[in-house]
């Protein structure tokens, strides 16, 4: 039986930070990263590219759903007290602040900045005349014959435009060979045409020259309108809702519903118009008809529209100095590599590994020995992102072939990855493996394999629970846990939430798993109670939680009663977070910071003191309405020296971040956090005690051997 949800009525008068803003307040801190000194200079780019890039799918999912409830007439406040046209107010502010900002950024400070470096993006300004002809010619010979020009009339009239693809509207004078008069043209740039091209050295004169495809297209594009006077060309971008939205309840099949969902994805209602910050009032008023949107959905922009397409820059420049230090995740000597990966578990058993710090092989390792292993018989596993060419979907097909008996998870509707997911369910399901979609309703985001293997004549269960996806490529990105384990009561429970996942059954009786939607929110706040329970009578009650999201009003109601009660409650949110902190009378014993950095914050982790004796959770759950009542999730317990170990290099080394950290202020802003200096003495200069998390962890696990 589901546990109930919060109702709206429930929290109306619960101090709340709104959702959306919050967000933004996220992206802002993520394009600190990208005028930040001490960042290297082609890292800058990229987290310029993916302010771009969150900003976009924001617009896609939040702000096309606030515009939903718009249209629907939906007028009542949210719990955080904005009804939606004042949300959608406050959110027009602000992100045109923040598009403001990416470009000034761009413009101002990173082009002239890498342009120091022989790093040079050649407007059409700066052009010689050796690098105009050259850009004749590739436009002749790589671009020209893929373009399709449109002159808008009444028998060509204004296309379906996909979203967020590169378009340009022309603005025409004379008359054609039919003896039409001019107007408007429409030229779109399909996908596969690069939108920034390199120009030979020997062109442009320095080893790394690049020109925008929007800036070619321009110089250019009288060539595609023969005898006619293009007086102006402006680059604009749509971005569209891009949710897709299938009644699980009511449809036959899941996977043909979202099949048909997704090819409409691309022609979803606009709910953003990017266009050049040049482009006439008059030409913008038409393109604004065209996709229905108002004044205050125009984004008008001094560069290219589309932004985060710029993030294959740094990887085309080979220049070590201007990215990162190479890093290579660590293996502990523990970890026996020419041994069973069963045997390191049975010896070992727990085995944590902290990502990306140390390698996410033995993950690997887990599926691919199972597949060969002989006396393996069985192995489950749940798969929402994986990527291309994944290991692991390798291993179940291998272990297919093998005889074995392979049951995959696949979420469908993992966001954005849905048609990559249809794909490889079809091509598990022709390798003989059994696919199921989890649960009609509830997204499955548990990250868990099981492993049946036959030991001395009995059945032995291996599984791995892990706070991040199957995907070797973020998890050498992402920071997140893995544990392997034989655990008996783990090893089972994780069987019994399989066995639940492909059939049909009642709630489960789990030793200790905590499971949403079942009783992983109702145990969080438990838990939470339990140190206000400690402090009211006297004791001392902590909290520490990392997440990536803060949402839940329920959660966050008891956090405040802690804190009122004296529960000192320390949250490290990479992201959104609802809460308020710091403030008097409801929230001073509140800290919450957020941790931004080379890798993306992904562990998911929760610690109460339990009057000395310590309780951790790793977990695949944010603290959010949806992970705990939307979605199947876990919450499995570490203890002993696991326990203290995660508590220390995933909470505590954390909270010291005076670098890389913003702490959130009662007033709702983040403020950088910025290391003190240091008083100088005979053998100190006065240096600062800057301390980075996230190099502290790379410099522990860089070359030394350490065995957890």
């Known amino acids: 039986m589901l546990p109930e949800q919060w109702s709206r009525s429930q929290y109306t008068a619960l101090p709340l930070a709104n959702r959306e803003v919050s967000f933004l307040a996220f992206d802002n801190r993520v394009l600190e990263l990208a005028s930040d000194p001490k960042v290297p200079l082609l890292e800058r780019l990229r987290f310029l590219c993916i302010s771009s890039s969150n900003l976009d799918e924001f617009f896609e999912i939040r702000v096309a759903g606030l515009k939903q409830k718009i249209l629907g007439g939906i007028e009542g406040a949210g719990i955080d ?32 900045e890498l342009a120091q470096e022989d790093i040079r993006f050649f407007n059409r300004q700066s052009w010689t005349p050796e690098i105009s002809s050259w850009v004749k010619d590739f436009f002749s010979n790589e671009i020209g014959p893929v373009l399709s020009p449109l002159g808008l009339d009444p028998a060509h009239p204004f296309p379906r435009l996909t979203n967020k693809s590169l378009n340009f509207i022309i603005d025409l004078r004379g008359v054609d060979a039919f003896g039409r008069e001019s107007g408007f043209a429409l030229v779109r740039a399909p996908r596969s045409l690069p939108r920034v091209v390199r120009v030979p050295a020997e062109i442009c004169g320095v080893r790394d020259g690049f020109v925008f495809l929007s800036s070619i297209v321009h110089s250019q594009i009288g060539s595609l309108f023969n005898g006619m ?25 899941l996977r043909r519903a979202l099949e048909s969902e997704l090819v409409q994805r691309n022609f979803g209602q606009a709910v953003r118009l990017e266009v050049a910050s040049n482009c006439p009032n008059r030409i913008v008023r038409y393109l604004q008809r065209q996709f229905q949107l108002e004044h205050e959905d125009v984004y008008r922009v001094d560069g290219p529209v589309n932004l985060n397409r710029l993030l294959a820059i740094p990887d085309q420049i080979d220049r070590p100095d ?129 492993v049946v293997r036959r030991e001395k004549k009995k059945l032995v269960k291996y599984a791995h629970v892990g706070t991040g996806n199957y995907h070797a490529t973020t998890a050498r990105a992402y920071t997140d846990i893995s544990l392997l384990t034989n655990d008996n009561a783990i090893t089972e429970d994780v069987h019994r939430v399989f066995t639940q996942l492909t059939g049909l059954g009642q709630t489960l009786n789990l030793r200790k798993l905590l499971q949403a939607p079942f009783n992983l929110h109702s145990s969080v706040i438990v838990r939470i109670r339990h140190e206000t329970d400690i402090a009211t009578q006297g004791g001392s009650g902590h909290v520490i939680a990392r997440m990536n999201s803060l949402v839940d009003p329920g959660v966050i109601s008891a956090l405040y009663d802690a804190s009122q009660a004296g529960v000192k409650v320390e949250l490290v949110v990479r992201g959104i977070c609802m809460l308020k902190a710091g403030v008097s009378g409801l929230s001073e014993n509140i800290r919450v910071v957020s941790v931004l950095g080379r890798f993306l914050e992904h562990s998911r982790i929760f610690w109460f003191q339990n009057k000395g004796k310590g309780l951790l959770y790793l977990s695949s759950a944010d603290w959010m309405p949806r992970n705990f009542f939307n979605r199947v999730e876990i919450a499995v317990p570490l203890e002993g020296a696991s326990m203290k170990r995660v508590k220390e290099e995933c909470l505590d080394i954390y909270l010291k971040d005076n670098t890389f950290a913003w702490q959130l202020d009662p007033d709702g802003t983040y403020r950088r956090l910025v290391p003190e200096l240091l008083e100088a003495s005979e053998n100190s200069d006065g240096a600062d005690n800057a301390f980075s998390a996230q190099q502290f962890l790379m410099d522990r696990f860089d070359g030394t051997h350490l065995d957890h």
């Open 229 to 253: 006077d293009p007086v102006g060309v402006y680059q604009f971008k749509a971005t569209r809702n891009s949710d897709l939205y299938v009644q699980e309840e009511e449809v036959a099949n």
């Open 81 to 112: 007290g904005l009804s939606p046209l004042q949300e959608m107010a406050i959110i027009n502010t602000e992100a045109q602040a923040l598009v403001e900002k990416q470009y000034q950024l761009l413009n101002d400070v990173l082009i002239p």
């Open 322 to 450: 201007l990215k990162y230090p190479s890093f290579s995740p660590h293996v502990s000597p523990a970890y026996d590599s020419g041994a069973s990966i069963f045997d390191n578990i049975a010896q070992r058993s727990p085995v944590i590994f902290h990502h990306p710090y140390e390698s996410y092989v033995p993950v690997i390792d887990l599926v691919r020995q199972a597949a060969l292993d002989p006396e393996v018989l069985a192995i489950k596993q749940t798969l929402y992102r994986t990527g291309h060419e994944s290991a692991f979907v390798s291993a179940l097909m291998e272990a297919s072939r093998r005889g074995k008996d392979v049951t995959v998870v696949i979420e469908l509707r993992a966001r954005f990855d849905e048609a990559a997911n249809i794909e490889l369910a079809t091509q598990l399901q022709e390798a003989g493996i059994q696919v199921v979609y989890g649960v009609v309703g509830f997204k499955t985001h548990a990250k868990m394999v099981l």
